[in-house]
């Protein structure tokens, strides 16, 4: 559904990507795994079109999208829950709810009540500006804001950092709910057994090249210790 | 033991371009002697122009602060020249640098006030400041007002210097005057470009480079962002008044309305900073001279020429924001004032 | 006791005709962080736009405006569309070396089409028409009208900023531009959008403008002085704020032009000047910078 092949992406004049050839398939959640600075955010920027890139090197469903305007790559179907959150401080938590579903057809199975219902936190908190939210519930807004567009794909990136292991798991037992949607989940993700328990494939990523790619259940510890430190 | 790398500033041609740059200060000195009137008025024009615009480029290029309000300024110094010599009866070459150095003097408070605000609200500020001190001089009825008053000819004529040039060159009073103006002219805008190389050329030149590139950085490098502003402020401000200074003691006539114009003492300097290329000494050199053909040739074209320049603002900065001297300098790699630091190793000692 | 009540009111009415003229300078630097040095050359030059509707198809003023409003609204998103939206970004010079290249452009191409001579809108018998509050006060009609404008625009501002789902994209796009685009908001066409709102509301401001006193091609400049002064007391991202702003600026004035006309504006400025250095953030600042 989604792949890219030969991806590069530069920030001025520094590489941070080295021609990734990835793919995501209809339904499927695949886990990019690797250190800082591996270019996995990187990735994901150049598949919305924050970062530039040659057409082809990004397609979806088989047309070119490389280079769009992140705008357009949104209306596509392909949404980003962003590092880092990045709730808007003006809009309370509903108003960053609705504004994820901006510009999108009605219809689709995600609206205000399945997300309250599938985070209730968020439901207690509606009206509160976003940045009055604790950490995971700033995380759950995010993810929410992003599912509120109905996307056909959803990109995660770091959705655990700076999390508690505890409510790292309150937000992963989400997942399947997504997934039953059949959204494909393509997730950046720092804690290698949470991607490992959720993905149903992973690439690890080391200095903007793919280092490894397979099923979880195939991979060994060695590995995938390899593949992430570059040894 | 390690010897230390040099930082040196200059690159090859540094001491030549110094000789070349002194030579044309001589030729453009010895101009009157032999050069029609109305080319040293119009050379006149060109100096003073020339000096507001490294002040407004030093400002805005340099430290960034970009300033809608520098007629504050000259019109300070305009009006200080003339209370100076009307009222307190000095020499009009003394009052133009005491005009300066009070107006350096009022850009303190002025300074702290404006400085309270940011960006594209400070350039607002400034304006406000501008209007403000034209209308309180606009009170001031010895100085004739809302409608202002002219410099009578025991002043014009008693300008230091005006016998010995009337002996020397057998010339009537005032052409000798407008020989000693375009000689103050052409010290100011000589020692302005020499001034502007030197501060940047400095400690304060680096750390205005740095406040420029990244205040919070600058910061935590330990500059001290605001004293510095407010130094390149108050400098630029002393400069501004005293061309101000100039300029009207040349005009001899001066309103509140003349003195406080955007559109001559910002508008057209901005305009030439940016033609010429703003953050470099050369830019607004070329621009000047830029300027100085498109008023004599078009002026006359009254509003349309107007709306002209508006256009060339516009298309200037959306599609050639570096200047002329920017676009040169990138492609030859050019640098007349160097002032970029490089780290030279230590020579090899065997 | 009258002769002091009586400027007072009328500060406060011409604070609301300045309110108007700064709600469009507030909006668009709210949502871009866009000052346009133009701003209040725009203003003349829709009063001027609501001058020949009027003479055109002789309508009264109200009328001429009400029909000149989507002509400015679309002039406004095509000058952000085709001109402005190329001078953002983190350089703060060429927005205002840009406007300031319109503003000098709308003056001299206002004076070339129209001459320098002074125009009015002619609105009949309201203008001059009292209201009377008893105790031998009386108030003009067309300020109250002002006022009561102001108000209306504000209002209706804050209602479309905080109760719509274009609102919610301003605020999103205010906030964080990047992030907004993975929303599925093109930030081009939001900021034109802002811009022709701007306009529609600069429509008005120049209604009763131009039926207040003459104006001519030159009157801008000073127009963006008391908005841009009325945004900065009222403080960055607050629209009550800069009717408070605006209606400061109009008591100052009005008070400074009752000790000696002369000092009329001065005292705008030195008021201005006062808020700047006692409360720099303005006296309601409410956006996150």
């Given at each position: 559904?989604?792949?890219t092949?030969?991806?590069?992406?530069?920030?001025?004049?520094?590489?941070?990507l080295?021609?990734?050839?990835?793919?995501?398939?209809?339904?499927?959640?695949?886990?990019?795994?690797?250190?800082?600075?591996?270019?996995?955010?990187?990735?994901?920027?150049?598949?919305?079109?924050?970062l530039?890139?040659?057409?082809?090197?990004?397609?979806?469903?088989?047309?070119?999208?490389?280079?769009?305007?992140?705008?357009?790559?949104?209306?596509?179907?392909?949404?980003?829950?962003?590092?880092?959150r990045?709730?808007?401080?003006?809009l309370?938590?509903?108003?960053?709810?609705?504004?994820?579903?901006?510009?999108?057809?009605?219809?689709?199975?995600?609206?205000?009540?399945?997300?309250?219902?599938?985070?209730?936190?968020?439901?207690?908190?509606?009206?509160?500006?976003?940045?009055?939210?604790?950490?995971?519930?700033?995380?759950?807004?995010?993810?929410?804001?992003?599912?509120?567009?109905?996307?056909?794909?959803?990109?995660?990136?770091?959705?655990?950092?700076?999390?508690?292991?505890?409510?790292?798991?309150?937000?992963?037992?989400?997942?399947?709910?997504?997934?039953?949607?059949?959204?494909?989940?393509?997730?950046?993700?720092?804690?290698?057994?949470?991607?490992?328990?959720?993905?149903?494939?992973?690439?690890?990523?080391?200095?903007?090249?793919?280092?490894?790619?397979?099923?979880?259940?195939?991979?060994?510890?060695?590995?995938?210790?390899?593949?992430?430190?570059?040894? | 033991?390690?010897?230390?790398?040099?930082?040196?500033?200059?690159?090859?041609?540094?001491?030549?371009?110094?000789?070349?740059?002194?030579?044309?200060?001589?030729?453009?000195?010895?101009?009157?002697?032999?050069?029609?009137?109305?080319?040293?008025?119009?050379?006149?024009?060109?100096?003073?122009?020339?000096?507001?615009?490294?002040?407004?480029?030093?400002?805005?290029?340099?430290?960034?602060?970009?300033?809608?309000?520098?007629?504050?300024?000259?019109?300070?110094?305009?009006?200080?020249?003339?209370?100076?010599t009307?009222?307190?009866?000095?020499?009009?070459?003394?009052?133009?640098?005491?005009?300066?150095?009070?107006a350096g003097?009022?850009?303190?408070?002025?300074?702290?006030?404006v400085?309270?605000?940011?960006?594209?609200?400070?350039?607002?500020?400034?304006?406000?400041?501008?209007?403000?001190?034209?209308?309180?001089?606009?009170?001031?009825?010895?100085?004739?007002?809302?409608?202002?008053?002219?410099?009578?000819?025991?002043?014009?004529?008693?300008?230091?210097?005006?016998?010995?040039?009337?002996?020397?060159?057998?010339?009537?009073?005032?052409?000798?005057?407008?020989?000693?103006?375009?000689?103050?002219?052409?010290?100011?805008?000589?020692?302005?470009?020499?001034?502007?190389?030197?501060?940047?050329?400095?400690?304060?030149?680096?750390?205005?480079?740095?406040?420029?590139?990244?205040?919070?950085?600058?910061?935590?490098?330990?500059?001290?962002?605001?004293?510095t502003?407010?130094?390149?402020?108050?400098?630029?401000?002393?400069?501004?008044?005293?061309?101000?200074?100039?300029?009207?003691l040349?005009?001899?006539?001066?309103?509140?309305?003349?003195?406080?114009?955007?559109?001559?003492?910002?508008?057209?300097?901005?305009?030439?900073?940016?033609?010429?290329?703003?953050?470099?000494?050369?830019?607004?050199?070329?621009?000047?001279?830029?300027?100085?053909?498109?008023?004599?040739?078009?002026?006359?074209?009254?509003?349309?020429?107007l709306?002209?320049?508006?256009?060339?603002?516009?298309?200037i900065?959306?599609?050639?924001?570096?200047?002329?001297?920017?676009?040169?300098?990138?492609?030859?790699?050019?640098?007349?004032?160097?002032?970029?630091?490089?780290?030279?190793?230590?020579?090899?000692?065997? | 006791?009258?002769?002091?009540?009586?400027?007072?009111?009328?500060?406060?009415?011409?604070?609301?005709?300045?309110?108007?003229?700064?709600?469009?300078l507030?909006?668009i630097?709210?949502?871009?962080?866009?000052?346009?040095?133009?701003?209040?050359?725009?203003?003349?030059?829709?009063a001027?736009v609501?001058?020949?509707?009027?003479?055109?198809?002789?309508?009264?003023?109200?009328?001429?405006?009400?029909?000149?409003?989507?002509?400015?609204?679309?002039?406004?998103?095509?000058?952000?569309?085709?001109?402005?939206?190329?001078?953002?970004?983190?350089?703060?010079?060429?927005?205002?070396?840009?406007?300031?290249?319109?503003?000098?452009?709308?003056?001299?191409?206002?004076?070339?089409?129209?001459s320098?001579?002074?125009?009015?809108?002619?609105?009949?018998?309201?203008?001059?028409?009292?209201?009377?509050?008893?105790?031998?006060?009386?108030?003009?009609?067309?300020?109250?009208?002002?006022?009561?404008?102001?108000?209306?625009?504000?209002?209706?501002?804050?209602?479309?900023?905080?109760?719509?789902?274009?609102?919610?994209?301003?605020?999103?796009?205010?906030?964080?531009?990047?992030?907004?685009?993975?929303?599925?908001?093109?930030?081009?066409?939001?900021?034109?959008?802002?811009?022709?709102?701007?306009?529609?509301?600069?429509?008005?401001?120049?209604?009763?403008?131009?039926?207040?006193?003459?104006f001519?091609?030159?009157?801008?400049?000073?127009r963006?002085?008391?908005?841009?002064?009325?945004?900065?007391?009222?403080?960055?991202?607050?629209?009550?704020?800069?009717?408070?702003?605006?209606?400061?600026?109009?008591?100052?004035?009005?008070?400074?032009?009752?000790?000696?006309?002369?000092?009329?504006?001065?005292?705008?400025?030195?008021?201005?000047?006062?808020?700047?250095?006692?409360?720099?953030?303005?006296?309601?600042?409410?956006?996150?910078?």
């Amino acid at each position: 559904m989604l792949e890219t092949r030969g991806l590069t992406a530069f920030y001025g004049d520094f590489q941070a990507l080295y021609g990734i050839d990835a793919s995501l398939a209809q339904g499927e959640t695949v886990a990019i795994i690797g250190a800082n600075g591996a270019g996995k955010s990187t990735f994901l920027k150049a598949i919305t079109g924050l970062l530039p890139s040659p057409p082809d090197a990004v397609r979806l469903d088989g047309a070119p999208i490389g280079g769009l305007a992140p705008a357009r790559v949104t209306r596509l179907g392909v949404s980003l829950v962003p590092e880092g959150r990045k709730l808007f401080p003006s809009l309370s938590v509903e108003e960053n709810l609705l504004i994820g579903a901006y510009g999108r057809a009605p219809g689709g199975y995600w609206s205000l009540e399945r997300l309250y219902a599938l985070f209730p936190a968020l439901a207690e908190r509606r009206r509160a500006p976003g940045p009055s939210l604790s950490g995971g519930q700033q995380q759950m807004a995010a993810i929410g804001r992003a599912l509120m567009a109905n996307p056909r794909v959803l990109l995660c990136d770091e959705i655990s950092l700076g999390l508690a292991p505890i409510v790292i798991r309150d937000i992963y037992n989400a997942m399947p709910a997504i997934k039953a949607q059949g959204t494909s989940i393509l997730l950046v993700e720092q804690d290698i057994v949470q991607a490992m328990a959720v993905a149903d494939r992973v690439y690890c990523f080391q200095e903007g090249r793919v280092s490894l790619a397979g099923r979880p259940a195939e991979l060994s510890g060695e590995q995938i210790h390899a593949a992430y430190f570059g040894t | 033991m390690a010897v230390p790398h040099r930082v040196a500033v200059g690159g090859r041609f540094t001491r030549q371009l110094a000789l070349a740059g002194v030579l044309v200060v001589i030729l453009l000195a010895a101009l009157p002697a032999f050069a029609a009137r109305s080319l040293v008025e119009d050379l006149i024009f060109v100096f003073y122009m020339l000096a507001l615009a490294q002040y407004w480029n030093l400002l805005a290029g340099y430290a960034g602060l970009i300033s809608v309000g520098q007629q504050a300024f000259v019109g300070l110094g305009g009006y200080l020249l003339f209370a100076l010599t009307v009222i307190a009866g000095l020499d009009p070459l003394l009052a133009i640098v005491l005009a300066g150095a009070i107006a350096g003097l009022l850009a303190l408070p002025t300074a702290l006030v404006v400085f309270r605000l940011r960006g594209a609200y400070f350039a607002i500020g400034t304006w406000v400041v501008a209007e403000v001190y034209r209308l309180v001089l606009a009170q001031w009825k010895q100085l004739g007002g809302g409608t202002g008053t002219s410099l009578p000819p025991e002043i014009t004529n008693t300008v230091f210097g005006i016998d010995w040039v009337k002996a020397l060159f057998d010339v009537r009073t005032s052409a000798a005057r407008d020989m000693i103006l375009y000689w103050a002219a052409l010290a100011l805008a000589a020692g302005t470009i020499a001034a502007v190389y030197l501060i940047l050329r400095s400690r304060h030149g680096l750390a205005l480079a740095a406040i420029r590139d990244s205040e919070p950085a600058a910061a935590s490098a330990g500059v001290d962002n605001f004293r510095t502003k407010l130094w390149v402020y108050v400098a630029t401000a002393a400069g501004t008044g005293m061309v101000g200074a100039l300029i009207y003691l040349q005009k001899a006539r001066i309103s509140p309305d003349s003195a406080f114009a955007v559109l001559d003492w910002t508008a057209y300097v901005i305009l030439i900073v940016v033609i010429g290329g703003i953050g470099t000494i050369e830019g607004p050199i070329i621009g000047v001279l830029v300027f100085y053909l498109l008023q004599s040739y078009l002026a006359s074209f009254g509003t349309w020429y107007l709306i002209l320049l508006g256009a060339l603002a516009i298309i200037i900065m959306l599609f050639a924001p570096k200047g002329i001297w920017g676009y040169v300098s990138e492609r030859l790699g050019l640098v007349l004032f160097p002032i970029r630091r490089r780290l030279v190793p230590p020579r090899e000692t065997s | 006791m009258t002769a002091w009540l009586d400027p007072l009111l009328q500060g406060i009415m011409l604070g609301g005709l300045y309110a108007l003229f700064a709600a469009g300078l507030s909006l668009i630097f709210g949502i871009m962080r866009l000052v346009n040095l133009a701003h209040g050359d725009l203003i003349v030059l829709a009063a001027f736009v609501v001058l020949v509707v009027a003479g055109a198809l002789g309508l009264d003023p109200f009328l001429a405006a009400l029909l000149a409003a989507p002509v400015l609204f679309a002039f406004g998103y095509a000058l952000q569309f085709v001109l402005l939206n190329r001078t953002l970004g983190r350089d703060i010079l060429p927005p205002l070396l840009v406007t300031f290249g319109l503003s000098i452009i709308v003056q001299n191409g206002l004076l070339e089409a129209f001459s320098a001579d002074s125009r009015r809108l002619r609105a009949g018998a309201i203008e001059t028409e009292s209201l009377s509050l008893g105790g031998g006060l009386a108030v003009g009609v067309m300020p109250l009208l002002t006022l009561a404008s102001a108000v209306v625009a504000i209002l209706a501002l804050n209602f479309l900023f905080y109760r719509t789902s274009l609102g919610r994209a301003f605020r999103a796009t205010s906030d964080d531009p990047e992030t907004a685009q993975l929303m599925g908001i093109d930030n081009r066409r939001i900021f034109a959008l802002a811009m022709g709102v701007a306009m529609t509301v600069v429509a008005v401001a120049a209604l009763y403008l131009g039926m207040r006193a003459n104006f001519d091609p030159t009157i801008g400049p000073a127009r963006l002085i008391y908005a841009f002064e009325a945004v900065i007391i009222g403080g960055l991202g607050s629209l009550w704020g800069t009717l408070a702003g605006g209606v400061i600026i109009g008591l100052a004035q009005t008070i400074g032009a009752r000790i000696d006309p002369e000092w009329q504006i001065l005292a705008g400025h030195v008021a201005f000047l006062i808020v700047l250095v006692l409360r720099p953030r303005g006296l309601f600042p409410r956006a996150v910078d």
